[in-house]
């Protein structure tokens, strides 16, 4: 990292009408928008806020938390500064929060009627803010809280990646420390792992409307929960996925820490140079690799864990992430009939074909090259002749090079 850092921002005072407004853009950025924008699309999400990109944990305050801040602005007692981050990619300079987005999740929530103030402490004895929303207050007090200034420091897009990782650790220091993906998400914004947020929140809700539906089949096959949800454990396993979807087995990298960290550097990257136009490709590939994993949870209740072919252990691990990157392979180099009798029996031949399958391999499950070296080099996989999937035959030569030169 180059010194002395060249950390260039501004100091607005933003109103709360304004900042709700902001948010709004930035709301409906994540839920509408999945390609290239038109000059007029880009002017209707202009200074956009991101509320909650990835990096930041899934948002849990008690409702005299915010009744308290809501009280502070009420009260004309001054909120700690809101830092905000510009990111790259396009024209619109949408901003996501790096500092603060419990302050400014509590205020949009309660302007958009979310909760009623409770617990308040100077102004508990006052019946005109007892228990109400903001819809429920005076016109007055409505003008007055929409037009209070929150505080803000925002920071230019930064030169380097490094850069907004070291202060996002600096601002962070108090909080309990980010796992690694949890930082690489920090690090690495794009489009596309903001998809991959939104695809577990979204069909969570879904799921919780419809026990049977769709949503709820994938939500149960990515053992998608709250905590593993807050973690970001789900967030890192389809990242792994969906590098092997789009790019094939990495051979290089060591384990599925580093592939879902060089995914999102990789979208990152792309995004940043406005060329994330791929996105809605990525869409659809994993949308027909999931259909791909609903046709085998109709045959295994849990397709990602080791029922998939060692048959239901007393201590299932639901999700187990080597046997996500063979079935990620599997789809990468097959065609796959979903139709066909024999697709469970002869996923189940490929996964004993690799490391998954020989109860002598003690090394690291999520090691590419080592399941591709069971897979082509020991086991000769891409010369048999299955019945439900066909080789499309898209072996790179410089796949095969490494191969013949590493031993297992």
Not at 98 to 105: F, I, P, S, V
Not at 110 to 131: G, H, I, W
Not at 217 to 222: F, N, T
């Amino acid at each position: 990292m180059e010194l002395p850092l060249k950390v260039e921002y501004t100091r607005p005072l933003i109103s709360v009408q304004d900042m709700v407004n902001f948010i709004d853009k930035g709301e409906r950025y994540l839920k509408e928008v999945s390609g290239e924008l038109s000059d007029e699309e880009q002017m209707e999400f202009l200074h956009g806020i991101i509320l909650s990109p990835d990096y930041q944990r899934e948002y849990r305050s008690k409702a005299k938390e915010e009744s308290s801040i809501i009280e502070s602005i009420i009260l004309g007692i001054p909120i700690p500064e809101i830092f905000l981050v510009r990111t790259g990619g396009n024209d619109i300079q949408l901003r996501h929060v790096m500092d603060g987005q419990h302050r400014l999740t509590a205020i949009y929530r309660f302007v958009k009627d979310k909760f009623a103030l409770t617990e308040l402490e100077l102004l508990k004895d006052n019946e005109e803010f007892k228990n109400k929303k903001f819809s429920q207050l005076r016109k007055e007090m409505k003008i007055k809280i929409l037009g209070s200034h929150l505080s803000i420091l925002e920071f230019e897009k930064f030169s380097s990646d490094d850069m907004e990782i070291e202060l996002f650790k600096r601002y962070n220091r108090n909080t309990k420390p980010l796992e690694k993906h949890e930082m690489s998400m920090a690090t690495y914004y794009s489009n596309t792992s903001l998809y991959i947020t939104n695809f577990l929140n979204i069909n969570m809700e879904k799921a919780e409307k419809d026990k049977e539906g769709l949503a709820a089949k994938l939500i149960k096959i990515y053992n998608v929960t709250n905590d593993r949800k807050n973690k970001q454990k789900n967030h890192q396993e389809i990242c792994i996925i969906l590098s092997i979807l789009n790019y094939g087995p990495n051979v290089m990298y060591k384990d599925g820490v580093e592939i879902a960290e060089k995914y999102l550097e990789e979208r990152a990257n792309v995004y940043k140079l406005g060329k994330e136009d791929d996105l809605q490709f990525i869409k659809n590939l994993f949308n027909k690799f999931n259909m791909f994993m609903v046709a085998l949870s109709e045959k295994v209740e849990y397709p990602f864990s080791t029922a998939l072919f060692k048959g239901e252990e007393k201590r299932l691990t639901k999700f187990h992430t080597g046997i996500s990157m063979v079935l990620a392979t599997i789809f990468y180099y097959f065609e796959v009939d979903l139709n066909n009798d024999n697709l469970l029996s002869d996923i189940q031949e490929v996964i004993n074909n690799s490391p998954l399958g020989d109860d002598t391999y003690n090394a690291s499950s999520t090691n590419l090259r080592n399941l591709m070296s069971y897979l082509y080099k020991k086991n000769k996989i891409f010369e048999r002749t299955f019945s439900a999937i066909k080789y499309r035959g898209n072996l790179s030569q410089d796949i095969i090079d490494v191969l013949c030169k590493n031993d297992i």
